[in-house]
């Protein structure tokens, strides 16, 4: 097989509106690359508040691929898909907003141009046989990437009343282009990449919390992503001396994980080398201020089932009547969530020969 690498378009911002871009069907796809590039500002005497994480890609609400009008193979925020990718490929995509995030004050009345990357993967990171998992767009009758745009004030977070946070956006504009195999053999079957998000609404400090998993596939990874007041945060499954809250994922009494959830922060760090650099010294542009803390990626947690590559060690849950998280949460907000986002592998249907 070839590789084809070419721009598919682009879609202009529409606030609070769906859009929709046609990809073509010929060949199988390996990803899919998006920028979004916009021009904003906040109105003269707006003060107070700060850019949520990766802002501005709260622009981009929702990310969805559909096939044949109806199998939904990707469903998911260009947020949690930008940090999905720096944990899947081991470096953070492209980010260029200096000027917006955490500053009170951005810049009163004039406009600013910031951007920010991400993409959808098709083919399995860290796997040994990647292609496994392309989506064959030869044979499908649609293929469409669906964005819902949101709101300037949806990249800054719920510090104060977020529809008083003044954000405009001028011009906004998400770029598509793609990575394509072409020659793929005639009947070569691929397993469908599916990842999506399952949320689940914390109201109380809790030993079980529970979340329910759908059955009948193969699980790659499950991706915790725990958020309060509109920022990551590690206070719902907090870890330090007085309490080391759990993270628990069983099917009846057999437990596949049981993960101290600091711990497991932690170890993620090395798995996918997670790294979280400081900021640039001031004053000196190219000294980098090294601390006595390394972080991991607050807020995410990877429960992980494919160590080694192969993808015949995917959680296997087609003989699985019941799969639930069980989490032990503490509620340190007003609004906490917790989100989950699973890889979930399906099997190409098998063919009988006549």
Excluded at 17 to 34: D, E, V
Excluded at 40 to 59: C, F, H, I, M, N
Excluded at 198 to 207: D, E, L, N, Y
Excluded at 300 to 309: A, S
Aim: include cysteine.
């Amino acid at each position: 097989m070839k590789i084809l690498e070419r721009e598919i378009g682009s879609l202009d911002f529409a606030e609070n509106q769906t859009r929709t871009l046609p990809l073509p069907r010929n060949y199988a796809y390996r990803r899919l690359n998006l920028t979004l590039v916009a021009d904003v500002y906040r109105e003269a005497g707006v003060t107070g508040g700060g850019a949520k994480d990766s802002a501005p890609a709260q622009l981009v609400k929702n990310i969805m691929i559909r096939a044949n009008g109806r199998d939904v193979i990707k469903n998911i925020d260009m947020e949690s898909l930008h940090r999905i990718n720096q944990i899947a490929h081991g470096i953070r995509p492209q980010i260029a907003a200096e000027g917006w995030e955490g500053y009170a004050v951005i810049i009163v009345g004039d406009k600013i141009e910031i951007s920010v990357s991400a993409c959808i993967d098709f083919e399995m990171w860290r796997a040994i046989r990647p292609i496994d998992t392309l989506l064959d767009s030869a044979g499908l009758a649609t293929l469409e990437l669906i964005v819902t745009w949101g709101t300037g004030n949806d990249t800054m977070n719920d510090a104060y009343d977020p529809a008083g946070a003044g954000v405009t956006v001028a011009d906004a504009k998400l770029w598509v282009s793609s990575v394509e195999s072409v020659g793929v053999p005639a009947g070569t079957a691929f397993m469908t990449n599916k990842e999506y998000m399952i949320r689940s609404q914390v109201t109380a400090a809790s030993a079980r919390h529970q979340i329910q998993m759908p059955v009948g596939n193969l699980y790659r990874w499950l991706i915790l992503k725990t958020h309060s007041d509109g920022d990551q945060v590690k206070t719902i499954l907090p870890f330090a001396l007085a309490n080391q809250n759990t993270i628990t994922l069983q099917a009846g009494t057999e437990v596949f994980k049981y993960r101290i959830a600091g711990t497991l922060s932690y170890d993620n760090r090395l798995d996918y080398m997670i790294e979280v650099p400081e900021l640039l010294q001031q004053g000196a542009a190219a000294a980098i201020d090294h601390r006595l803390t390394e972080y991991p990626l607050e807020g995410y947690y990877v429960l992980e089932f494919v160590k080694d590559g192969r993808l015949t060690e995917c959680l296997d849950t087609s003989r699985l009547s019941s799969l639930e998280l069980i989490l032990d949460v503490a509620h340190p907000g007003t609004e906490d969530f917790i989100d989950v986002f699973p890889c979930e592998l399906i099997r190409p249907p098998v063919t009988v020969a006549a």
